[in-house]
């Protein structure tokens, strides 16, 4: 019997098998679409083109009230550092003036260091000298010559030093008294220094006589009576070493700030002053100057991730247009060859079988499969108008900002202006207000 029969309507079972393969690979091929056309459009859902606007403005008032923050603090900050400043460089120019300085800067050293350690040598040197003459003639030897010429040394030492500090240059004042005071303190900081190394020298020979027990009783009637009658040379010596040490010492403090009386400590409190303001008006300038640049990278980095999401967008769509352009044509496709397959067979069938063959066999197989709808394309125009919309706003946005910057830079350059009645008088919120 001949299969399928002559009059037979419906496929047989070759065909059915033939078309449920293409069937099967057809829903394959749909899930599969499905699938992917789902993942571009979670992807597509995820790009908001709009929303970079909103960000640029949040990013503008931040920005905006950051600098206004920063200006209001800025400016006390300053104005008070000026009318510091303003306030002794008076002082200064008053001092100058007064006493016929106008001509002439403060010397003195950048650092006392250097000062204070030569002082310390002085103190040293002379200790270990003065240790070696006493010891010979000490009953504790050495030790004993050396715990007491710690105590000479550091008596000659700093009384030099605080004369040359405090007293000697009150003779380079332009005051007739304050010359006679400094004289006076000389005279006697001289007579006293010269009788006490006499006194230690003497202190020394009677040391040598072998009566240290009275040695110390022994020293102010020699004194008193014959104040040369010093017989050792090492005596001598040791007078000698104490009053040059002292001398250095009190050249030492005279010249560790500048010859005029207090010169030195207001210029150098002028000049710490005027570092403060450098320094608080750097601090001021890079407060507004950081606030501003971190706003726009933060703007610019907005507008590059547009871009970035702009080009996402735009291949996104392409893919979506090229999947659904591929999947027609797979349905096309597989149609195709379901025929193709469809007619080998019914070719094959026809060749081996004598009785006439089915009226199907001439119809085309037709694969139920739903169209989809085209996916929307990139629209060019909304893109472009979405671009100029986001510059337009980010270059107001970027002007706001701009012109807020330079508002505060002006508010710090009129402070930097005021004269002492100016800032005597006004504030700083005055200039925030008139600017």
């Known amino acids: 019997m001949e299969e399928p029969a002559s009059d037979a309507e419906n496929y047989d079972d070759v065909e059915r098998e033939i078309i449920s393969v293409i069937e099967r690979e057809f829903d394959r091929s ?30 503008s008032r931040d920005a905006l009230s950051k600098i206004q923050a920063n200006l209001s603090g800025g400016a006390d900050k300053l104005f008070n550092s ?20 106008e001509n002439r800067n403060a010397h003195y050293p950048e650092s006392r260091i250097l000062h204070y350690g030569v002082l310390l040598l002085f103190l040293c040197i002379e200790a270990i000298m003065n240790g070696f003459f006493l010891g010979e003639t000490h009953t504790f030897g050495l030790l004993g010559g050396f715990s007491e010429a710690v105590i000479i040394a550091i008596v000659n030492v700093s009384i030099g030093f605080i004369v040359g500090l405090f007293f000697l240059r009150q ?17 006697a900081y001289f007579s006293g220094i010269l009788l006490f190394n006499l006194a230690v020298a003497h202190y020394r020979d009677v040391l040598a006589g072998g009566n240290w027990e009275v040695a110390h009783l022994e020293v102010i009637p020699r004194l008193l009576s014959d104040p040369l009658a010093v017989s050792d040379i090492k005596s001598w010596l040791l007078f000698g070493v104490g009053v040059l040490f002292s001398i250095f010492a009190l050249v030492d403090g005279l010249t560790v700030d500048d010859l005029y009386p207090n010169y030195g400590p207001l210029w150098r409190e002028h000049k710490r002053e005027g570092e403060d303001y450098a320094e608080v008006k750097d601090e001021c300038m890079g407060d ?19 871009k970035q999401d702009r ?11 090229r999947l659904h352009q591929s999947y027609i044509e797979h349905i096309s ?9 469809l007619g080998v067979y019914r070719k094959t069938n026809q060749k081996y079988r004598s009785t006439p063959s089915p009226t199907h066999f001439q119809d085309a197989w037709t694969l139920q499969a739903e169209i989809p709808a085209n996916p929307p394309g990139v ?34 350059k009129k402070i930097e202006e005021l004269t002492e009645e100016e800032l005597r008088s006004g504030s700083a919120q005055d200039i925030i207000e008139k600017t």
Not at 333 to 341: D, F, I, S
Not at 382 to 405: F, G, P, R, T, W
């Open 288 to 306: 507004l100057e950081e606030v501003q640049v971190d706003a726009i990278e933060r703007l610019e980095e907005t507008r590059e991730q547009w």
């Open 82 to 101: 000026r009318y510091s400043l303003i306030g002794i460089r008076r002082e200064l120019e008053n001092f100058r003036s007064n006493n016929g300085l």
């Open 311 to 321: 080009g996402e967008y735009e291949r996104i769509i392409n893919f979506q247009n």
């Open 379 to 412: 629209n060019q125009q909304k893109l472009e108008d979405a671009s100029k919309q986001l510059n337009a706003v980010l270059e107001e946005e970027l002007d706001k900002i701009h012109q807020k910057y330079d508002e505060g830079v002006a508010v710090y």
């Open 333 to 341: 496709a597989l149609q195709r060859v379901g025929n193709e397959l």
């Open 171 to 187: 003779l380079f004042h332009r005051n007739i008294f304050r010359k006679l005071i400094g004289g006076l303190f000389c005279i």
């Open 30 to 59: 749909k899930e599969k679409y499905n699938d992917e056309m789902r993942g571009y459009s979670d992807r597509l859902s995820s790009i908001d083109l709009e929303e970079p606007v909103s960000s640029i403005k949040i990013i």
